[in-house]
């Protein structure tokens, strides 16, 4: 196995990349990169803001010790591939349609054959950098979700995500699941706290942290976080139970304002009888990394492969 491995996450708004030592289980902070990237520009421009940040953090070390690049990247994907599925439908990235990553990077990087292109859901690529270095490395079962602009999820069985198993719902994830009048996406992402703001007290709000500064001064603000964690508990504790996890991760934007509708979550779990070891991220984005890079630790990979045309 060669040394290093880079994992780059795949945001909406950016791309940030670092080199991972898989000897010795860390970030070489040096390689850390980041770009801005416009999701709604032309292929060609989104493939070269992720081109500059990749060579930013391949320059920084002997690329012969280099295994590969794994990319923890949001849906639609083909993971096994690496071509692009976004559409109209997710509003972002839609001029990669149909165009192999692997490929086009390969000639932009001018890297040969030898080195490889690996590609994990980013919820997953969480939950796993989680699982081998986080908060969830001493759990046997653990489920880490991500609370911000979407809600990502996934469950993880001595380190390795699971996708497709009777104790876990459909795509080993839990946004789709049907919640009150919708699916669970609408009642735990960014939306839905300034669609709550909103029909309570006629104001607009761009997210959580604006209604958390407001806090000491509306009581209405505090009683929309306790709304939202035991929602939250009331929705996951069958699923906690059902995979038998005894470790929840959280992480996204939204865990920031964990005390103030952490005690609703914990609260609702307890009347379930749902024991649960709950933790903030503290790898936060850099967990992904983690767990992209994974991909080149051929043991995990070994297993993980057969897993990615499910995901």
């Known amino acids: 196995m060669k040394k290093y ?5 795949i945001g909406g708004s950016h791309i940030s990349c670092a080199v991972i030592d898989l000897e010795n289980k860390e970030i070489i902070k040096k390689s850390a990169a980041y770009e801005a990237v416009d999701n709604q520009a032309s292929a060609e421009t989104i493939l070269g803001a992720w081109t500059k940040a990749l060579r930013q ?33 997710v509003q972002k990235f839609q001029s990669l349609h149909m165009v192999n990553v692997s490929d ?13 292109f690996r590609y994990m859901n980013d919820a997953t690529s969480f939950a796993v950098g989680e699982a081998w270095l ?18 990502g999820s996934a469950f993880v069985d001595q380190g390795i995500p699971v996708v497709e198993r009777a104790d ?11 919640f009150k009048d919708g699916i669970a996406d609408d ?12 029909a309570k007290t006629g104001g607009r709000v761009t997210g959580a942290k604006d209604i958390a500064d407001k806090v000491a001064s509306e009581p ?14 009331n929705f996951l504790g069958p699923i906690l139970k059902k995979f038998g996890a005894n470790t929840l991760v959280i992480g996204g934007n939204v865990a920031g304002a964990y005390s103030l509708f952490g005690g609703a979550l914990e609260s609702s779990l307890k ?15 850099d967990a992904a990394l983690i767990g992209s890079a994974r991909l080149f630790d051929e043991g995990f990979w070994l297993k993980v492969k057969p897993l990615l045309p499910l995901m």
């Not at 320059?59 to 109209?88: E, H, Q, R």
């Not at 209405?220 to 508990?233: P, Y």
């Not at 009347?271 to 984005?285: N, R, T, Y």
Request: net charge positive; charged share 15%; hydrophobic share 45%.
């Open 5 to 9: 491995a880079i994992g780059a996450d």
């Open 134 to 151: 986080g908060k969830a490395k001493s759990a046997a079962r653990s489920v880490s979700i991500t609370l911000g602009t979407g809600f």
């Open 271 to 285: 009347a379930q009888g749902v024991p649960m070891f709950i933790h903030i991220s503290e790898l936060k984005e």
């Open 168 to 178: 876990v719902p459909k795509m080993g994830c839990v946004w789709h699941l049907p």
């Open 57 to 89: 953090s391949i320059a920084t070390i002997d690329p012969k010790k280099l295994a590969g690049i794994g990319f923890a990247m949001p849906g639609p994907f083909n993971y096994a591939t690496g071509v692009a599925m976004f559409t109209d439908a």
């Open 187 to 198: 009642s735990f992402s960014t939306r839905w706290f300034v669609k709550q703001y909103a």
């Open 104 to 116: 086009r990077l390969r000639a932009l990087l001018n890297l040969g054959v030898d080195y490889d």
């Open 220 to 233: 209405v603000a505090k009683a929309i976080f306790d709304e939202f964690g035991t929602n939250l508990g």
